[in-house]
């Protein structure tokens, strides 16, 4: 009788071991996660897509370009390579991707954006637990929304990686009339594609040096396009041509509502931001990444933030053969950077 409930209770002990180990398990190593998690704040239903690796439960929030961008939009060679080492959140921010909402253009700021950036971190605690632990990275229109997220909060964050993005949006169009004339005269000098180069000489010059207005601003956008496409076609930068196919992932014509609704926040964009003198108050880890030859936000503006940020732990990295996405054109060196970076503070 004895060894009856001896062996009963000794199976009853093996159970609850097994169940105790399996919900270890479940909890603290989440394994390779694969995942699309939903985003609702203030009007506005926002997807994230979560890949890579969650042994560590540590997250890599991502911040599209744009206005208007996509959070899928990083995936690639980079970012396949960054998933191994931790989980990466492709995230859809408001009006952008397939987020969906209802709201007034004059609701759509960039502090509204910021505020929903902290309710992804709130919902990926509530989903993956209160021990998650998260970097924030920001490419391009990205890093200005993820700057102006950190000015609100940063405590949630263990660094900060910024890349192509300006501190002073209104000023990126007068540090491009510089920027363009000095890469035109460099490669006329070199006898690189001298007609194209004068071409961006003259519309430099047909420019208003005082003011900034849309049109000029666009112009010199998109310009800025093609003057990189064609270092790359002389050979000075490399292609940026390895992000994925990801055409599939998303509605489209969703994305296109979104991407014209979106526009309406670029007058407010341009006009009025200006972090620079609030840089000191990031204290976090910081990570800063430029192409060289960016011609869309100059890295002048990497300088700036790096000269101007408060934090005692910062780096800024210079792609020689980039333009403004290091993340397609040197995406072995980018994955390195950002890995190393993580491991460092994590």
Same mark, same amino acid.
């Given at each position: ?13 093996? &159970?609850? *071991? ?13 394994? /390779?996660? $694969? ?10 239903? *926002? %997807? ?14 991502? &911040?599209?370009?744009? %206005? ?10 980079? @970012? ?6 931790? =989980?990466?959140? #492709? ?6 991707? *397939?987020?969906?909402?209802? #709201? ?5 700021? +960039? ?28 490419? $391009?229109?990205?890093? !200005? ?5 950190? &000015? ?13 993005? $300006? /501190? /002073? ?9 510089? /920027? ?8 006329? =000098? ?18 208003? !040096? ?13 310009? =800025? ?49 200006? #972090? ?6 990031? !204290? +976090? ?14 890295? !002048? @503006? ?26 397609? $054109?040197?995406?072995?060196? @980018? ?5 190393? @970076? *993580?491991?460092?503070?994590?």
């Amino acid at each position: 009788m004895q060894n009856r409930i001896f062996n009963i209770l000794r199976i009853v002990y093996i &159970l609850l *071991m097994l169940f105790s180990i399996s919900s270890c398990s479940s909890d603290d190593d989440l394994g /390779n996660l $694969s995942d699309t998690i939903f985003v609702r704040h203030k009007n506005a239903d *926002m %997807p994230a897509y979560i890949h890579g690796n969650g042994s560590e439960k540590i997250f890599l929030i991502t &911040l599209h370009g744009g %206005p208007g961008g996509l959070g899928l939009g990083f995936k690639g060679k980079a @970012f396949d390579r960054i998933e191994k080492t931790c =989980a990466v959140v #492709y995230f859809d921010q408001r009006g952008s991707g *397939m987020s969906q909402g209802s #709201y007034s253009e004059e609701e759509l700021t +960039i502090d509204l954006i910021a505020e929903d950036v902290l309710a992804l971190v709130k919902v990926l605690k509530a989903k993956y637990g209160s021990d998650a632990r998260f970097f924030l990275l920001g490419h $391009s229109y990205g890093g !200005t929304v993820g700057t102006a997220t950190l &000015l609100k909060n940063q405590d949630d964050f263990l660094g900060w990686i910024e890349i192509g993005s $300006s /501190n /002073n949006p209104y000023g990126v169009y007068f540090a491009n009339l510089t /920027n363009h004339a000095l890469v035109a005269n460099e490669q006329i =000098a070199l006898g690189n594609s001298i007609d194209y180069w004068k071409s961006v000489n003259h519309l430099v010059l047909g420019m208003d !040096t005082t003011t900034r207005n849309d049109d000029d601003s666009r112009k010199l956008n998109i310009e =800025a396009f093609k003057a990189e496409n064609r270092l790359a076609s002389d050979g000075i930068i490399n292609r940026a041509n390895n992000l994925s196919d990801i055409t599939f992932e998303y509605n489209l014509l969703t994305a296109y509502w979104n991407t014209n609704t979106i526009q309406s926040i670029e007058r407010r964009f341009f006009g009025d931001i200006n #972090y620079t003198n609030r840089l000191s108050e990031i !204290t +976090i880890p910081t990570l800063l990444l430029w192409g060289k030859y960016d011609m869309v936000v100059p890295v !002048t @503006f990497g300088t700036s933030i790096f000269e101007n940020i408060g934090s005692n732990s910062k780096n800024l990295v210079i792609f020689e053969r980039s333009g403004h996405s290091p993340i397609a $054109s040197e995406p072995d060196q @980018f994955a390195e950077e950002v890995i190393q @970076f *993580m491991n460092q503070n994590k």
